[in-house]
């Protein structure tokens, strides 16, 4: 059967990336984005492009049918700093987005679903050194707290439902296309940008605070690989951990200086300290590895070179 997909949040960080992509793969026309509002300059390429309320079934369903979608990917959320300041539409839209899709799935009009969770599900409970699939997971943010709720309704629309959805627990996404959208390990996105325009970059988290943390094409490659992959390879329906690389400001300010070496990093920790400190440190994916052959590509010295280099010919 032929596939044609669409993108809930095509405008995002990872939803304009991902929509590239997957267009060179399966033609523009297999392939409709969809956001809250018209596309900005940095998404124009994104047509054919609908305008669409993600936590609104009824009109995700009229574009469901006009287009014969068999496959959605839910990208639309609420991201940690900004749910933190609005809690009640953080969890309305991060709730009733993956709620609608999964019903739609369950009423059997879509086949396949791709649902983003975070590392925000783990909380200062949990072991933070290579975090496990399976352990204390006591979410301390909205965002959190939604995408652990999530967690449990994708599972369980699979349990009850047969709902093909698959998840993945992205850690901190670093992209030199797109500039931060409201998370906590934007730092590592932002930095880049101030490090080539001013020169200097004041960090808001301190500089010992390891995060994990994956370069773009790599989170890409990991979220096409999962929908790939044969339904009886995907043994988890909650989200899997997914893992590339982690740091802290000061190494990848070390690392910038190897490229830039009049580059000056200072540290100003601020209230997205507190949620930084709440995560872990490294995952541990061995299930995404041994399930459906996940492997990154890049480290921090291949991904930093790789941003300066593109955001120089930007």
């Known amino acids: 059967m032929k596939q044609c997909i669409l993108i809930l949040g095509a405008c995002g960080q990872i939803g304009t990336e991902l929509t590239q992509k997957l267009r060179s793969m399966y033609g523009n026309h297999a392939v409709i984005a969809s956001d809250i509002r018209e596309p900005i300059s940095g998404c124009s390429s994104l047509a054919p492009f609908e305008i669409l309320d993600a ?14 979608i068999t496959q959605v990917y839910l990208l639309a959320a609420m991201l940690s700093v900004t749910a933190e300041k609005y809690p009640a539409e953080a969890w309305r839209l991060n709730m009733d987005s993956i709620l609608a899709v999964l019903d739609l799935a369950k009423e059997q009009h879509i086949q396949k679903i791709f649902w983003p969770s975070s590392i925000a599900v783990f909380g200062p409970s949990t072991p933070k050194i290579k975090t496990s699939q399976k352990t204390i997971m006591e979410p301390s943010t909205v965002y959190g707290i939604s995408k652990l709720s999530g967690e449990f309704w994708c599972n369980y629309y699979h349990e ?17 296309k797109t500039k931060p959208g409201g998370g906590t390990t934007d730092y590592a996105v932002d930095i880049f940008f101030k490090a080539l325009k001013e020169g200097k970059y004041e960090c808001f988290l301190a500089k010992d605070t390891r995060l994990p943390m994956m370069y773009m094409e790599d989170a890409v490659q990991a979220t096409i690989a999962l929908m790939q992959a044969d339904r009886n390879r995907i043994k988890i329906r ?63 010295e291949t991904m930093t070179r790789d941003m300066i280099h593109q955001l120089q010919k930007k």
Request: net charge negative.
């Open 55 to 68: 936590s609104n079934k009824e009109a995700i369903l009229k574009v469901v049918q006009k287009y014969q």
């Open 160 to 176: 009850q439902y047969g709902v093909d959805v698959r998840s993945l627990r992205y850690p901190g996404i670093i992209s030199w």
């Open 238 to 300: 909650s989200s899997y951990n997914l893992a590339a690389i982690d740091f802290t400001p000061e190494e990848i300010s070390e690392e910038i200086k190897k490229h830039l070496p009049d580059f000056e990093m200072s540290y100003h920790p601020d209230f997205r300290q507190k949620i930084a400190d709440s995560w872990p440190q490294s995952i541990e994916d061995a299930e995404a590895r041994k399930d459906w052959g996940w492997q990154h590509e890049f480290n921090l």
